[in-house]
């Protein structure tokens, strides 16, 4: 053992083995390194954080690996395995494994205690989680993911779990009010977005109700959620664990999950003449996104392929809708939506605009700050209105409906489509899924904005009770123009992947309101492979 002068904890130098090939291994208990060289040329030199280990286990050597080379002199070898993360392309994450064999017990022991000492001072990681699985969502395979991919890797890094099946909508929203969350390290929930939604209503809800906040006022300072949320991706879009993580693949996510990580995020409520109607995370849309949601809810066993079908179909309608747009602009946001900083791991544009939200908080008090600064107004026909959280990015847009959206940065992009050609339209449409800017459009307006409102021109023009003229109006089509495709049908906001059935409503976004277990995008330069070879 390498003793240091300066008093700091020894380093662990051993000379192993794998399999056939001597190595080096060193453990840099004080900079938290496992690192291993071999002790011939090529010289490979490879080295894993502590915090990218998974476990470390104690290794049964056959007798035909033992037969083998040089292991032929010795009585018994032993070895550990140490599992750890590994990067590989797309953002995508995989357990590796390497094998060290040791000359005797004694140092085999101390090898493995000391990683476990190591594994032991990583805090953030969970030790029991609560896990909802929806057997319906996405191509119905979230049982078996779980089972095959997940469940494996949880028992692998000692980590224990309750496990729900949902038997309806909302059982996992629901039981989350009832259950013992004190117990739990974090929640877990193998579906698509719409189970995203579930868990997350189910906890800001329960963290507000605990909390004595009525979430009905939509000035409430709502109180942060910090029971973490894990999203295995079992769904049709997988939107939010795409966007929060890069890839929508079970096995990465379980590796975030694992090695405790965290990653605030922006939540967004939206309110309907005082009362509460919804939380959303990544997407508010409305017109052309709520429309393909409301017309594709119908298409359910058609499975994934439904939002192709219903997306054809509504482009072909090209419906437009009338109101009007009143927004707040995000002035505390270093960011803006076409300035091209991309939101990535430790993100400073999320850092700063928190760190400013706060100081306003401090300078003009709770509640007092939000509604500060000047409203914007915009009247018009629109074919498409979306406010993003997030960039939105999914395996059908892997760069989103607005690329540079922040996860953490207490603002969202408004984004507004014109009534244009269907052609254009169709431009538009495509540019998210290449390298073109899809803001560069006469037809396209965009927004950072802390707050909005969108009233529809024809509940405006109505002096009497939104309700009744609601009813007055809803399933028929414009009279004033009946060849026109001015919709009064659909009143669809598509939030998050459920529908709204309420054309007027407020916004507002609340900056870092829960947590998941991810860490944002990682910059490329820091997702090569791992373990880093030197
Ligand atoms: C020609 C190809 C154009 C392709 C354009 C692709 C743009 C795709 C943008 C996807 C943005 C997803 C935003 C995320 C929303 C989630 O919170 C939500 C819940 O999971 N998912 C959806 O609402 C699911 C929404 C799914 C929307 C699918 C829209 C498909 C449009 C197809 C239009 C075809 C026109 C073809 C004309 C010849
Ligand atoms: N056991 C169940 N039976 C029926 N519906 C359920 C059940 N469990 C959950 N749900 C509901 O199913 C809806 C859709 O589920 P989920 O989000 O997992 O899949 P998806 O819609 O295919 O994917 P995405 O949201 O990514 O498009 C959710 O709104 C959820 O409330
Ligand atoms: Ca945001």
Redesign the pocket.
């Known amino acids: 053992m390498e003793q240091p002068p300066d008093g700091r904890r020894p380093r662990l130098i051993s000379s192993l083995a794998q399999g056939q090939r001597s190595c080096e291994v060193s453990l840099d208990r004080e900079l938290g390194l496992l690192t291993w060289w071999d002790a011939q040329p090529p010289r490979r030199n490879f080295s894993v954080p502590a915090s990218e280990i998974i476990a470390v286990e104690e290794t049964k050597i056959d007798e035909k690996q033992c037969n083998s080379g040089k292991w032929q002199k010795m009585e018994k070898p032993h070895a550990f395995t140490v599992y750890y993360v590994k990067r590989a392309r797309n953002y995508c994450w995989r357990c590796n494994e390497e094998t060290f064999w040791c000359i005797d017990e004694q140092l085999c022991n101390q090898w493995i205690n000391s990683l476990k000492e190591l594994l032991d001072l990583q805090t953030s990681r969970p030790k029991h989680l609560l896990v909802y699985i929806?057997?319906?969502?996405?191509k119905q395979k979230g049982k078996r993911i779980y089972e095959q991919k997940v469940a494996p890797l949880f028992s692998l890094a000692s980590i224990s779990t309750d496990v729900i099946i949902?038997?309806?909508?909302?059982?996992a929203k629901d039981n989350l009010f009832e259950v013992n969350i004190e117990k739990y390290d974090g929640v877990v929930c193998v579906?698509?977005?719409?189970?995203v939604?579930?868990v997350m209503h189910g906890l800001i809800g329960r963290t507000q109700k605990d909390s004595g906040i009525d979430q009905n006022n939509p000035k409430a300072p709502l109180v942060q959620c910090n029971v973490r949320i894990g999203i295995i991706p079992a769904?049709?879009?997988?939107c939010i664990c795409y966007a929060t993580v890069g890839i929508n693949d079970p096995v990465t996510s379980a590796l975030h999950i694992i090695v405790g990580d965290t990653l605030p995020l922006d939540v967004s409520s939206v309110h309907h003449n005082n009362a509460f109607l919804k939380y959303y995370v990544s997407l508010l849309g409305y017109g052309f996104y709520g429309d393909v949601l409301k017309d594709s809810e119908k298409k359910r066993w058609m499975g994934t392929i439904r939002y192709d079908f219903s997306g054809f179909k509504t482009f072909l309608s090209h419906h437009y809708y009338e109101g009007t747009v009143s927004y707040l602009p995000a002035k505390h946001t270093l960011g803006s939506p076409r300035d091209k900083k991309y939101c990535r791991t430790g993100c400073c544009i999320c850092r700063q605009s928190k760190q400013q939200l706060e100081e306003q908080r401090k300078k003009y008090g709770i509640g007092r700050d939000e509604g500060r600064g000047e409203w914007k107004v915009i009247k018009g026909k629109f074919l498409a209105i979306n406010a993003a959280n997030m960039s939105c990015a999914c395996p059908r847009s892997p760069k989103g409906l607005s690329p540079t959206a922040h996860l953490a940065d207490g603002s969202a992009d408004l984004i507004l489509v014109r009534k244009c050609s269907r052609f254009d339209f169709l431009r538009y449409l495509v540019r998210h899924t290449n390298q073109d800017d899809q803001f560069d459009f006469t037809f396209v307006e965009v927004y950072r904005v802390k707050k909005f409102q969108f009233t529809s021109k024809h509940l405006e023009d109505d002096d009497s009770d939104v309700k009744d003229v609601g009813k007055k109006h809803f399933g028929q089509f414009c009279r004033d123009h009946p060849v026109c495709c001015c919709n009064l049908t659909n009143n669809t906001w598509n939030c998050d992947?459920?529908m709204l059935n309420s054309s007027t409503i407020e916004v507002r976004v609340h900056c870092q309101l829960m947590k998941l277990f991810a860490r944002g995008i990682e910059e490329k330069s820091t997702s090569n492979h791992s373990p880093i070879e030197q």
């Open positions: 929806n057997p319906y969502g996405g949902t038997e309806h909508a909302n059982h579906g698509g977005d719409g189970m939604s579930e769904g049709s879009t997988d992947g459920e």
